[in-house]
């Protein structure tokens, strides 16, 4: 989860982490933005759609892979940039 994170969010991944507060100080603080909310409106979208991804396998028995949950992540983020542009600022 932590890699596929990190790709959707354009950090540089560490080859390994097994601690959840190192995820996610890396989280904080591997992405370089003047706006916090922004910050924080990414990580809620990447791991919400890891959730429901996690769902999807579990209880639809259906996947996506690693790089069409990416690009749906990224889709969903920027459609909500689009509809909040004062994020941006």
Same mark, same amino acid.
């Given at each position: 989860?932590?890699?596929?994170?990190?790709?959707?969010? %354009?950090?540089? /991944?560490?080859? =390994?982490? %097994? %601690?959840?507060?190192?995820?996610? =100080?890396?989280?904080? &603080? &591997?992405?370089?933005?003047?706006? /916090?909310?922004?910050?924080?409106? $990414? $990580?809620?979208? *990447? *791991?919400? %759609? $890891?959730?429901?991804?996690?769902?999807?396998?579990?209880?639809?028995?259906?996947?996506?892979?690693?790089?069409?949950?990416?690009?749906? $992540?990224?889709?969903?983020?920027?459609?909500?940039?689009?509809?909040? /542009?004062?994020?941006?600022?």
């Amino acid at each position: 989860m932590y890699l596929l994170t990190a790709v959707a969010m %354009n950090i540089q /991944p560490r080859q =390994s982490v %097994n %601690n959840l507060k190192l995820w996610w =100080s890396d989280l904080l &603080g &591997g992405m370089q933005t003047a706006n /916090p909310e922004h910050r924080n409106q $990414i $990580i809620t979208y *990447t *791991t919400w %759609n $890891i959730w429901k991804e996690r769902c999807r396998r579990v209880y639809d028995n259906r996947a996506l892979t690693e790089m069409q949950l990416v690009a749906v $992540i990224r889709q969903e983020v920027a459609v909500l940039r689009q509809a909040m /542009p004062m994020l941006d600022t």
